[in-house]
């Protein structure tokens, strides 16, 4: 699923469903992207349960 927001609620939802070990990101700047993997269904996801794949803002981005 494809999810597209604004903070706080992104940050939040990131922040709530990212397992802590996954070390999800202290800070959600602007046009910031987060991917998160669930097992199972969406609806049965639950705090905690997502890894975080990948977090990446505008200037990672960057080329040289």
Same mark, same amino acid.
């Given at each position: 699923?494809? *999810?597209? %927001?604004?903070? =706080? +609620?992104? !940050?939040? #939802? @990131?922040? %709530? #469903?990212? /397992? =802590?070990?996954?070390? =999800?990101?202290?800070?959600? =700047? @602007?046009?910031?992207?987060?991917? #998160? &993997?669930?097992? %199972? &269904?969406? !609806?049965? @996801?639950?705090?905690?349960?997502? %890894? ?6 505008? !200037? /990672? *981005?960057?080329? +040289?």
């Amino acid at each position: 699923a494809l *999810m597209v %927001g604004h903070n =706080p +609620g992104m !940050a939040e #939802l @990131t922040a %709530g #469903l990212a /397992d =802590p070990s996954s070390d =999800p990101p202290s800070a959600f =700047p @602007t046009a910031a992207v987060a991917v #998160l &993997a669930v097992l %199972g &269904a969406w !609806a049965d @996801t639950a705090p905690g349960a997502a %890894g975080l794949v990948a977090f990446a803002i505008p !200037a /990672d *981005m960057r080329s +040289g």
